[in-house]
């Protein structure tokens, strides 16, 4: 059977984002601190202008410009006005308040001296630089005003666009729901961590990986545990997630040919369409997607190959797109490239894109020099772990030559 290629993949996947129907992904009220890293569905309006009033930017003295046009100029002081505590009156021909930063701005008075410019001697202040009309004055609304959309759907919340929504005095945001991700491993072999495998056994990794790459593109993710190389219990286990109304549902294991390779016919035995069913990628050959036929709300089932590595390179170029794109952000068409520089001459390739563990060692114009690593076997962390990037190879690249231009996929977003 013929591979599809990567690029006809990821299409396919990010097709699958959209909703079966009318329905739209649906959307949550959070409140400001639950909502960093989500993705705002609705833009947010400023609720109020910022500042609120003409204030000052410096602790100093308010005056009337034309007071201390001339330097020195000696002013009567007749009050304070400090941050939330406003100075009542009105500043008059003669007089200054003593003003601190981020205080209104009196009436009467049009500009700022800093206090490192004046003098003191009881309640007069004189002036020995020249004032300036508007000078170290923040004007009302100069940040934003009241209506302003300060941030659009689409986005995701960053720390700063928190801050910006609460100046605006927005208490609570709109946005997307979470992706429901649920994992389910396969193999009779799997152990988990801490429990004592022997060595005949194997340490559930992937779980770890794949469900980091999808929490931190924005997945809620459950481990629905270790499902036996046994068809009954493997089909039991997908109806079980099936039925649980998951968003994506995401096997791992048992993708390929073997006799214990049972995930493929179990999908297709509980309903789901399998329209990806192994692609030309190296690591992650076995890859499958699909939707359950009948499903209007559109569970879709990712089954990732066991080897720790093709699956976390499968994670990285489908699932991660997946949850953004079904949370509304915008997602690349094709796969997130960058330019890089060969560090090493490297082979012809075959007809699988390749994706190889990579590391920089230096720089040219800018560009990261790339080499891979010596060892590419898909089941080995250790190489994963220690790679920088993955150097992305198209099928049937020619050899290349130190030097040349290639492609780059950082690991990490
Ligand atoms: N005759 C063929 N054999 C294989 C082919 C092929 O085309 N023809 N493809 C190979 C490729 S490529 C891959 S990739 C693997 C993927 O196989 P499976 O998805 O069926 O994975 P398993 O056999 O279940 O496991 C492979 C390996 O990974 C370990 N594993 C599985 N799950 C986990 C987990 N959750 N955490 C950590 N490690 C896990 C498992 O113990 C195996 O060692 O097939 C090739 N074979
Ligand atoms: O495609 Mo497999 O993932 O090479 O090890």
Same mark, same amino acid.
């Given at each position: 059977m013929a591979l599809m290629p990567v690029e006809e993949a990821l299409a396919r996947l990010l097709a699958a984002a959209q909703p079966r129907g009318d329905a739209p992904w649906p959307t949550e009220r959070v409140d400001l601190w639950e909502a960093a890293g989500r993705v705002l569905a609705a833009p947010v309006l400023a609720r109020r202008t910022t500042p609120g009033a003409d204030v000052s930017a410096m602790d100093g003295y308010a005056l009337r410009a034309v007071d201390a046009a001339e330097v020195p100029a000696t002013l009567r002081l007749i009050g304070e006005s400090a941050a939330g505590r406003p100075f009542p009156g009105r500043v008059e021909p003669g007089t200054t308040v003593r003003i601190f930063t981020g205080a209104v701005l009196p009436e009467g008075a049009d500009a700022i001296v800093i206090q490192e410019d004046t003098r003191r001697e009881g309640d007069l202040v004189t002036m020995v630089e020249a004032a300036t009309a508007g000078r170290h004055i923040r004007r009302a609304g100069g940040d934003f005003a009241t209506g302003e959309v300060l941030l659009a759907?689409?986005? $995701?919340?960053?720390?700063r666009d928190l801050a910006l929504a609460a100046s605006a005095d927005v208490a609570e945001l709109r946005v997307a729901r979470r992706p429901r991700v649920a994992l389910l491993s396969t193999g009779d072999e799997l152990v988990r961590p801490g429990?004592? #495998?022997?060595?005949h056994q194997v340490i559930l990794s992937n779980v770890y990986s794949v469900g980091g790459l999808a929490r931190a593109a924005g997945a809620e993710v459950t481990d629905l545990g270790i499902l036996p190389d046994d068809r009954t219990a493997t089909e039991a286990g997908i109806r079980a997630a099936l039925d649980a109304g998951f968003d994506i549902i995401v096997t791992t294991g048992? #993708?390929?040919? !073997?006799?214990?390779? /049972?995930?493929? +016919?179990? /999908?297709?035995?509980?309903g789901v369409d399998l329209e990806i069913h192994k692609i030309a990628l190296r690591p992650g050959k076995p890859l499958m997607f699909g939707r359950l036929a009948c499903d209007a709300?559109?569970? $879709?089932?990712?089954g990732l190959p066991g080897n720790p590595v093709s699956a976390h390179v499968c994670a990285l170029v489908f699932l991660v797109p997946l949850i953004r794109a079904l949370q509304g952000l915008a997602v690349p068409a094709g796969l997130p490239l960058q330019p890089a520089v060969l560090g090493a001459d490297i082979k012809a390739n075959d007809l699988r894109m390749d994706f190889q563990r990579a590391e920089i060692i230096g720089r040219d114009n800018g560009l990261p020099i790339v080499? +891979?690593? *010596?060892?590419?076997d898909s089941s080995m962390l250790s190489?994963?772990? $220690? #790679? %920088?990037?993955?150097?992305?190879?198209? +099928?049937?690249?020619?050899?290349? $030559? #130190? !030097?040349? *231009?290639?492609?780059? /996929? +950082?690991?990490? %977003?």
């Open positions: 759907a689409g986005q $995701r919340l960053r720390p429990a004592g #495998a022997g060595a048992g #993708a390929s040919v !073997g006799d214990h390779d /049972l995930v493929a +016919p179990s /999908l297709v035995a509980q709300g559109g569970t $879709r089932v990712l080499r +891979p690593l *010596p060892v590419q190489v994963l772990a $220690r #790679a %920088d990037l993955l150097l992305v190879r198209a +099928p049937q690249s020619p050899a290349a $030559r #130190a !030097g040349e *231009p290639c492609a780059i /996929l +950082p690991l990490e %977003d």
